[in-house]
């Protein structure tokens, strides 16, 4: 049978709800945080970024909140329509590095 | 601009069988990496370059070695592939990170490798 471990979260919704995914961080020290969208086949395409200095940013029909006490990032999606269905990834990077840490990807299912 | 282009999108090795994935970017990005994707798993980064002639490992580099001549080109290799490699691997390119900016990485559309 399959492994627990290879099911990604999946969040499903309706067409015109708003969706919220959540993403955990581990690294203290990370101080920019980026969303990205991943759709069947593709690679990650760039959604909104969020700087440490900040708790909110907004984008069109998006928003992400960032909570460093928890260490805890959201993606509010407004509206959600059939063509939001991916997965989404956050991901997470520290000043002075060149990389990004990725977290594991949570399935937006959005049903018309 | 193409942006970052891979090739090839498709590829099916034997056990032990070696090969190179292309990758390049027309954006004059300094910075490139290479991940791997895997059910369940996120993106892992197996290799990345800070500049033309300067490579370093990521997570999971085993089994990988990069190069870097140039900015547009960053080829991973796979050495003896084993089938733990089966997966999908994207290239991604972003400038380097300075104050105010974003270091957002653009990527790939990706290689789908199995090896039997």
């Known amino acids: 049978g399959e492994s627990v471990g290879l099911h990604l979260p999946t969040l499903s919704v309706q067409e015109g709800d708003n969706s919220i995914i959540n993403c955990a961080y581990s690294n203290s020290a990370s101080d920019y945080f980026i969303w990205y969208k991943q759709e069947s086949g593709k690679g990650p395409q760039f959604i909104i970024d969020?700087?440490?200095?900040?708790d909110k940013r907004q984008g069109q029909r998006v928003t992400v909140l960032l909570n460093k006490t928890v260490k805890h990032l959201s993606l509010q999606i407004a509206a959600t329509q059939p063509g939001d269905s991916a997965v989404y990834f956050c991901?997470?990077?520290?000043?002075?590095?060149?990389?990004?840490?990725f977290g594991k990807g949570t399935m937006l299912l959005v049903s018309p | 601009n193409a942006g970052v282009t891979q090739t090839p999108k498709f590829q099916v090795l034997k056990t032990g069988q070696s090969m190179t994935l292309q990758c390049a970017q027309d954006?004059?990005?300094?910075?490139m990496s290479w991940y791997r994707q895997d059910p369940g798993m996120g993106l892992r980064l197996i290799h990345y370059?800070?500049?033309?002639?300067?490579?370093d490992q990521g997570e999971v580099p085993n089994g990988y070695n990069v190069s870097r001549s140039t900015t547009e080109d960053f080829p991973l290799r796979l050495l003896s592939a084993a089938p733990s490699q089966t997966s999908v691997y994207f290239c991604?390119?972003?400038?380097?990170?300075?104050?105010?900016?974003?270091?957002?990485?653009?990527f790939g559309p990706g290689t789908r490798l199995t090896v039997l």
């Open positions: 969020i700087r440490s200095n900040m």
């Open positions: 991901a997470e990077n520290s000043s002075g590095y060149s990389t990004l840490t």
């Open positions: 370059s800070v500049g033309a002639g300067i490579t």
């Open positions: 991604a390119s972003s400038p380097p990170r300075t104050s105010g900016d974003t270091n957002e990485q653009f």
């Open positions: 954006m004059n990005h300094e910075y």
